[in-house]
């Protein structure tokens, strides 16, 4: 663990532009990133937060085949969106690149050169899976197959989602290519591969041995496990058409496998940033006063804590993270989040349906963050947590200082009187909060820090409950004087302690009592006025509206409709039945029939006593759909009746045909019925 360093260059990791942006990367990257990096500025440290998008890969190749648009159309649209988001959101980026700039083509195809030349690569020719009929070899996500752990008949190359299993698309039982549909056939090919096993020493020793007490238990436990299942070569490269190409003679229709080049990025979105701001990159990645620090998701531990280092390792002039504090993952209502099945929280919509509520979110995802464990993100506890804990906390302690002032004063900030001994308690604690925020935030405890902040605004809101200036205004002036003083530094210092959590919010707060100039976080300690007598400070403004139930119910309904979708496109099709002559087909009487009456079976849920008319006769007919309509709503329904079926009692009640339904893509039964609205009864259906 790196002390008193020089400069900071953090990291988050790159988004994929094969979609928006959702609540569990905030909560697992993000807002963790954002936090520390602002906390540092406030220090007055030297930090660049590097970020950018991860534009390569197989991934986005499927998208674009699925939308019918080009890859470029592809990274385009998400990255705008992505972007936009980030910024709306005020997540404070020093540089936000893209992994398809030319500067990143060049930097990665440079690091990879260098490692080619070095020898630091193995060059094997090896035998893959390739599609004859879309003539081209298949990415690992282009191949679908049975499981050799678990049997699941739709494991992909790279992974078996049910069991979680790694693979190779080799390791697949009846493989075939999701391009085409057809059994691939194996083909030999080059690739270069960095043999992770060279470094395992290595990485023991500087993981295993270096970090034992300051990295997160999740993220040491998950390298331990990869080092003790052993390392092997890994393929930097892959037969893809979309990505940075293979820059050495032999590698023609090969590019950098997605996980080399993307990590790169990292490095490249520094290069960018400092030529914009006339700095020199490479303090930032290779001096040894440097202290990097990646945010990332616990999905991506293993490529930047085991092969990402091996490969700064490899390449010699690189400095390695002194910390990778991954969080877990975060769930929605109690179920997994889900890019492709719309099961989440997209940013940019969350941006247009709560305006100007963007530290709302900031709050619950820190208050709720899988630092630790996975979390489970619900509009209720949003709900809870702004209208229980920032109105009623944090808003309401800064309404009641602002308006007094106002009232009492004129907005001017009153001289204070002799301090009392809770007075000076009070200051002191005031006082105590910076140094235990930021031991919080240098352990990457951020729910922690943010419960300190708030316990600070918790602090004023005693303090004005216990003296209750209003009730001594009249009697005792010169005390309340004294009082509203001691709370407006409490206010002032919250403007700032806020602010690596609730940017927006400090920023307002600020804007109130009128502070124009940036307090340092190390002032807050000192024994000095944040806000001088005479100051005069504005009028009030709510930093915080409460959010109503029917703002929730719209969210829940979004959810909702998300489920019934997916429920709806994951319907099982029943296979077709054995085939039926016409013979069979003619013996059944389907004829056009006319619902007269229907009344509930007695003691029976489901069912439904119908007179139909056939057009031949009236008869009964018992139906099992009394759980999808009344018997009113169903009176003069047009339906179509299996005329000829074999008479049968139900509940003592003989039933002389059937009504034929389906269902829709909720579920719901729905009548097979004639579109034409003056077919009359009895027409034969044939």
């Not at 070899?137 to 678990?150: E, I, N, Q, S």
């Not at 769930?331 to 929280?345: P, Q």
């Not at 409709?561 to 013996?587: D, L, M, V």
């Not at 439904?608 to 018997?631: C, Q, W």
């Amino acid at each position: 663990m790196i002390q008193n360093p020089k400069r900071y260059t953090i990291t988050a990791a790159l988004p994929y532009t094969n979609g928006p942006i959702h609540i569990g990367h905030l909560a697992g990257v993000y807002v963790p990133a954002d936090i520390y990096a602002r906390f540092l500025r406030l220090q007055n440290q030297d930090v660049a937060f590097i970020c950018g998008s991860d534009e390569h890969g197989v991934a986005i190749s499927m998208k674009a085949k699925k939308e019918g648009i080009t890859p470029q159309e592809v990274i385009n649209k998400y990255n705008q969106i992505i972007k936009q988001s980030f910024s709306d959101f005020g997540i404070s980026f020093d540089n936000y690149s893209r992994t398809s700039s030319s500067i990143h083509h060049q930097t990665a195809s440079e690091f990879f050169r260098k490692l080619y030349k070095e020898g630091k690569f193995i060059e094997e020719v090896s035998e893959q899976l390739y599609d004859e009929q879309a003539q081209q070899f298949l990415a690992d996500r282009y191949v679908l197959g049975t499981c050799p752990k678990c049997g699941n008949e739709e494991a992909y190359g790279d992974q078996c989602e049910k069991c979680g299993t790694s693979l190779n698309a080799t390791d697949l039982i009846n493989p075939k290519s999701t391009l085409t549909g057809s059994k691939p056939i194996l083909k030999s090919t080059k690739h270069w591969f960095l043999p992770l096993d060279q470094y395992d020493t290595f990485l023991r020793q500087w993981i295993l041995e270096g970090h034992k007490n300051d990295w997160k238990p999740n993220v040491y436990g998950q390298v331990k496990s990869w080092l003790d299942d052993g390392l092997k070569p890994r393929a930097v490269t892959r037969d893809l058409d979309w990505g940075i190409p293979v820059p050495v003679e032999g590698a023609e229709g090969k590019v950098l496998y997605v996980w080399f080049d993307a990590p790169i990025g990292y490095i490249s979105s520094t290069k960018e940033w400092a030529e914009r701001e006339g700095k020199n990159w490479e303090p930032y990645w290779k001096s040894e006063d440097t202290k990097l620090v990646h945010f990332i998701g616990k999905d991506n531990i293993v490529f930047h804590c085991v092969i990402f280092p091996a490969m700064l390792k490899a390449e010699g002039s690189y400095i390695l993270p002194d910390n990778v504090p991954a969080n877990e993952f975060l769930n929605l209502e109690g179920n997994k989040l889900s890019t492709s099945k719309n099961w989440a929280v997209w940013l940019h919509e969350y941006l247009e349906d709560f305006p100007d509520k963007q530290d709302v979110l900031r709050y619950v995802l820190t208050s709720n963050a899988p630092e630790t464990k996975d979390n489970d993100f619900t509009w209720k506890d949003f709900q809870a947590r702004n209208n229980n804990e920032l109105v009623a906390i944090f808003g309401n302690f800064i309404n009641r200082v602002v308006v007094l002032t106002n009232k009492y004063y004129n907005g001017i900030i009153p001289h204070p009187n002799e301090f009392t001994e809770t007075d000076i308690a009070t200051l002191q604690e005031l006082r105590a909060y910076p140094s235990v925020i930021e031991s919080s935030v240098e352990r990457y405890r951020f729910r922690e820090a943010l419960s300190e902040m708030m316990n600070a605004a918790r602090l004023g809101n005693k303090y004005l409950a216990d003296e209750e200036p209003w009730k001594l205004i009249k009697d005792n002036p010169e005390r309340v004087k004294t009082q509203m003083y001691i709370a407006l530094q409490i206010a002032a210092a919250l403007s700032t302690l806020a602010e690596p959590f609730l940017p927006f919010t400090a920023h307002k707060l600020k804007s109130i009592l009128k502070i124009d100039q940036p307090t340092s976080w190390n002032n807050l300690e000192k024994d000095i006025p944040l806000l001088k007598a005479d100051h005069k400070i504005g009028e009030a403004a709510l930093l915080f509206a409460k959010i109503e139930d029917e703002e929730i119910q719209k969210q829940l309904d979004k959810l909702e409709a998300s489920k019934k979708a997916n429920a709806s496109a994951n319907k099982i099709i029943e296979r077709q039945k054995e085939t039926a002559t016409y013979e069979h087909f003619s013996k059944l009487d389907l004829r056009v029939g006319t619902i007269l009456e229907a009344e509930k079976m007695p003691k029976a849920n489901k069912l439904l006593v119908l007179k139909v008319d056939t057009g031949m006769d009236v008869r009964t007919i018992v139906s099992g759909i009394a759980e999808h309509f009344s018997p009113e709503e169903i009176i003069g329904k047009k339906v179509t009746v299996l005329a000829n079926l074999a008479p049968r009692k139900l509940r003592g009640v003989e039933s002389q045909g059937m009504i034929l339904m389906t269902e829709n893509a909720n579920g719901k039964l729905v009548f097979v019925n004639p579109d034409e609205g003056n077919t009359t009864n009895g027409a034969i259906i044939s």
